[in-house]
């Protein structure tokens, strides 16, 4: 399986995925000391690191062309300083908010699944609203914002979409979890201070298209794979072209 990583930071998360059995076709990162904390790890032969193929630039000035379209999957860290608790809470205004620059990439490559992953202070109701615009965005990332929209004029037009019932091309059934990052269970000292126990919390958003799901669906029917299609992953669904796939649930 082939994947893609936007904003690797030090490789974290891409070791992880690697780790599941995906091959990075590209790591994509800006940063001067994270790239030279990946090469440097590439130059011990660490596992799975000594393949990636990295990529020492900004995600707006990365070749896509560079990557078929259809993969298997795109991985996002992406820049969580606008939405952190410890953060300036500028949250859609901040420059570094780059979630819809990540959307026109998902519009590009069109991968058969996506995995984002951000700081819980994304969940916060203060951003709420902006939250349900990721959302949409990676839900119908097709549906692009015009020149001179605002967000919340192109949010309005993706919630008309959303409820008018029928979907044409290609869209995404995404879901969100709020996870721990601890390993073990975090300290009694962690658990009783919210402002120190939220630090070791990550919002993971993740999407899976509708050729992903069938093929997966076919692979059950035909295989006698023991995953349920209402199951697959975390209750996934998705329609695509006006078909229209159903948790059996």
Not at 181 to 208: D, G
Not at 210 to 222: T, V, Y
């Given at each position: 399986m082939q994947s893609i990583e936007l904003f690797t930071g030090a490789?974290?998360?891409?070791?992880?995925?690697?780790?599941?059995?995906?091959?990075?076709?590209?790591?994509?990162?800006?940063?001067?000391?994270?790239?030279?904390?990946?090469?440097?790890?590439?130059?011990?032969?660490?596992?799975?690191?000594?393949?990636?193929?990295?990529?020492?630039?900004?995600?707006?000035?990365?070749?896509?062309?560079?990557?078929?379209?259809?993969?298997?999957?795109?991985a996002a860290g992406v820049p969580c300083q606008p939405f952190s608790i410890g953060g300036k809470h500028k949250g859609?205004?901040?420059?570094?908010?780059?979630?819809?620059?990540?959307?026109?990439v998902?519009?590009?490559?069109?991968?058969?699944?996506?995995?984002?992953?951000?700081v819980r202070g994304l969940r916060r109701p203060s951003f709420s609203r902006y939250f349900g615009y990721i959302e949409l965005m990676l839900t119908y990332p097709e549906m692009s914002r015009r020149k001179d929209e605002q967000w919340i004029e192109h949010l309005a037009r993706l919630e008309k979409y959303h409820t008018r019932g029928r979907r044409d091309g290609l869209y995404y059934r995404v879901v969100h979890r709020v996870l721990n990052?601890?390993?073990?269970?975090?300290?009694?000292?962690?658990?009783?201070?919210?402002?120190?126990?939220?630090?070791?919390?990550?919002?993971?958003?993740?999407?899976?298209?509708?050729?992903?799901?069938?093929?997966?669906?076919?692979?059950?029917?035909?295989?006698?794979?023991n995953t349920a299609p209402g199951n697959i992953g975390i209750g996934m669904k998705c329609r695509q072209g006006g078909e229209h796939l159903r948790d059996q649930n």
């Open positions: 490789g974290g998360l891409a070791l992880g995925i690697s780790r599941a059995g995906f091959s990075h076709l590209a790591v994509v990162e800006r940063d001067f000391d994270s790239c030279e904390t990946i090469l440097e790890n590439k130059k011990r032969g660490m596992e799975h690191v000594h393949r990636w193929p990295l990529f020492s630039c900004d995600v707006r000035d990365f070749d896509y062309a560079l990557i078929p379209e259809g993969l298997e999957l795109l859609h205004t901040d420059e570094r908010n780059l979630f819809p620059q990540t959307i026109d998902i519009r590009r490559v069109k991968p058969l699944a996506v995995l984002m992953e951000n990052a601890f390993l073990t269970q975090p300290t009694m000292e962690c658990r009783k201070n919210e402002n120190v126990y939220s630090w070791w919390h990550f919002v993971l958003i993740s999407a899976l298209s509708g050729p992903f799901l069938r093929l997966l669906i076919h692979r059950n029917l035909c295989c006698g794979s």
